[in-house]
């Protein structure tokens, strides 16, 4: 093992490069991990193109990978060198007030997602993870490194958000958008037991995928409004609506869709301003339940995710829908996602 370490660096806004940058020793509670597979998010768009993490300039970017344990520091009791780990893209601090009360992803005064910011990201040989522990989970045997990556990010804020939502057996369900997210929401409501579930997309791997995992009606917004649209199908408004893509419209079209009573959960980040119209929710006063979920992360949280593959209960690998093959690859895999057919690509390193 070298002192230094290749990976995708962000040299100044909307410019990435192979480059250099030194291994680093794992400290308290750290781990130090040989990576073996990266994935993309849109939030690294974000971060790259519109720099809304200033300090991310001159590290790696990125912050959905997995690996192998290569060294562990002080402190560590759970992992040990040659296990194989999946990574969480927030890393709380779990000795803090905000763990205590139920939110452990805002510590930190709220930066509890350090990838670029504290640390390197995870676009590189090498990955230093905070408070390993209490933030990341082993992989069984059987899971891929391709499924593992679909876990940091995508199935885990989904499902974190839907677990969360209450969905009763046989209950109408609603997910904007057919991408990553939106797919890995409408498979956890039909865990859940949803009946009829609706999805809002046009992409046509994202229907496929969509149909697979438990959605009974496409809905395309070509077609006309899709809150009419859905009335009509459902013969009034549906139980829960799960806001998992779309534009900031989203937001009003999903409270207007919903009952009063019902549930609104939103899993996506909005960088417009979110207008709600007063006649979408009765002027305030529809008595809805409308919730914004962030991961909080965890190890038993993770743990519980990866148990789901490992029992054959679902299978994530259909969202890997590029694939490519060492460091060298990193930043052709970035910019795949741009592609509309590509809903994640992964980049294996090992």
């Not at 609104?264 to 009765?282: E, F, G, K, R, T």
């Not at 093959?325 to 741009?338: D, I, T």
Request: glycine residues 12%; proline residues 5%.
């Amino acid at each position: 093992m070298t002192d230094m370490m290749k990976g995708l660096i962000l040299k100044e806004k909307g410019v990435v490069e192979l480059g250099e940058r030194p291994v680093e020793e794992p400290g308290l509670y750290e781990v130090l991990v040989k990576t073996t597979a990266v994935s993309v998010c849109e939030t690294d768009y974000e971060i790259i193109e519109n720099l809304i993490m200033p300090p991310a300039v001159g590290r790696f970017v990125g912050h959905e990978g997995v690996g192998i344990v290569e060294r562990v520091g002080e402190g560590v009791e759970y992992f040990k060198p040659g296990d194989r780990i999946c990574l969480p893209p927030v890393t709380p601090s779990w000795r803090s007030i905000e763990a205590q009360q139920g939110v452990a992803q805002f510590s930190r005064g709220g930066m509890a997602f350090d990838w670029c910011l504290d640390r390197d990201g995870v676009y590189g040989e090498y990955i230093r993870v905070r408070d390993a522990d209490m933030n990341c989970a082993k992989i069984p045997d059987n899971v891929t490194d391709i499924q593992a990556a679909m876990v940091t990010d995508m199935v885990s804020t989904a499902w974190h958000g839907v677990e969360n939502t209450e969905i009763k057996l046989g209950q109408s369900v609603v997910v904007f958008g057919i991408g990553p997210i939106g797919l890995c929401a409408i498979a956890a409501a039909a865990l859940k037991g949803a009946g009829r579930i609706y999805a809002i997309g046009t992409n046509p791997i994202g229907i496929e995928i969509a149909k697979q995992w438990g959605a009974s009606d496409i809905v395309s917004y070509k077609d006309g409004n899709v809150v009419e649209q859905i009335m009509e199908l459902n013969g009034g408004a549906v139980d829960v609506s799960i806001i998992g893509g779309g534009p900031a419209s989203a937001v009003a079209q999903a409270i207007e869709l919903t009952r009063g009573g019902g549930q609104v959960c939103s899993l996506n980040a909005y960088y417009d301003d979110v207008v709600i119209p007063p006649s979408a929710w009765n002027s305030g006063m529809k008595t809805q339940t409308i919730k914004a979920w962030q991961c909080t992360g965890g190890r038993h949280l993770f743990a519980r995710y990866l148990e789901m593959i490992s029992l054959g209960k679902f299978d994530p690998t259909p969202l890997a829908t590029h694939i490519f093959h060492g460091v060298e690859e990193m930043e052709k895999c970035l910019w795949a996602k741009k592609k509309r057919e590509c809903l994640k690509p992964v980049c294996l390193l090992d």
